[in-house]
């Protein structure tokens, strides 16, 4: 078998053998006494558009409902992507901008193999989504951190500068961020953008930006910049796991816009990229459904009335935090230095949060706060009690 395939089976993923044990505690105390929040699953339903989208496309004919699309997706569903982008940014999109995938993993996934070689750097800003590392180590690529300002967790765009290297080419941001919930202002992505054009010069080639976002509809109040329009040799990945709450569904899309000088270059190696992981053709249902729902609102209220209750019952009880301006994670400061130790303290309180160690960080944890509004209440004595342990 393949030892580096068998090495990332056997490792698990943390926030996911957290979300399993915690299946398994509620069985054997009940759900009311056990307080997920490590997996980040909207407890927000789909909009009633998604069920009506449904409904409609069993209307078709079986062999056009569930027959393969291109590789790419169907030209009128990324047509739709297309004239939605144009309307909420100024673009000028086509169909032939967008590459439909199955969700944001395979964006990202299909985005780094595309635009690196082995024995390349892809820089991350920690702390970060650890499938990061996965997906760039199968691409035979190098993961360099960079850790973000500790007091606003944006990208200190000098240390970036500092770690770009020949080998560098390409950085991955993710904004609203997971698992801070920072949101990147526009300045600090301009003086990103700065170092890595400065960079690309110097270096001869471009260093792309890999653009994750797939919590951008997700905010409070906060603008989310358009990232193509600040830096030239941007992708962005997306996905409607979160903005339509369809994590099981894994639909989602890459964007080349044709600001990106080479952008007919790079589609082809998305496409190359796709068939070689085998990524393509992305769920036929689901990208009709994304054309009747492309600009269905999220429901933010929800994750707005769980961030309040959850900021201001953990600032009484003497935490420090930092005050997410979107996606649906609240990054937590342990009461120790040791996340790990912190964790398990905190499971001891049936509290399931998960600990920064795996998001390339030291003595945090994240809280997925898009679980149901009672969870939070209910939860805030634990809290209490776990923060009295350590006085």
Known sequence: ????????????????????????????????????????????????????SIERALELPPCELHGYTPAAGLPAARQ?????????????????????????????????????????EVIVIAPYFPEYRVWIETAGCACVEVTADQERFQIDAAAVCAAVTPR????????????????????????LAQVLGEKSVEQGQPIYLICDEPYREITYGAEVPWVPGIYGNTVVCYSYSKSLSLPGERIGWVLVPDTMPDADRVMCAMAGAGRTLGFVCAPALFQRVLMDCVDEPSDVEAYARNR???TAGLARAGYTYVEPDGAFYLWVKALEPDAEA????????????????????????RVSYCVPYDTIVNSLPAWEALAASYR
């Open 1 to 52: 078998m393949n030892k580096t395939m068998y090495a990332y089976g056997a490792e698990k993923s943390a926030i996911r053998e957290i979300s399993a044990f915690a299946a398994a505690r509620k069985a054997q105390i009940g759900a009311d006494k056990v307080f997920d929040f490590s997996i980040g699953n909207p407890s927000v339903p789909a909009p009633d558009a998604v069920r009506r």
């Open 80 to 120: 739709v992507v297309a004239a939605s982008l144009n309307r909420r940014f100024g673009t000028a999109y086509t169909a032939d901008n967008l590459y439909l995938t199955v969700g944001a993993a395979a964006s990202l996934s299909i985005s780094i193999h595309a635009l690196t070689n082995p024995g390349d």
């Open 168 to 191: 560098t080419r390409a950085i991955i941001v993710n904004s609203p961020n997971n698992p801070t919930g920072a949101v990147y202002a526009r300045a600090n992505l301009e003086a």
């Open 308 to 310: 309040e209750a959850l």
């Open 342 to 365: 912190f964790f398990e303290r905190a499971r001891s309180f049936e509290l399931l949060p998960v600990p920064s160690t795996s998001f390339g960080a030291a003595g945090w944890v």
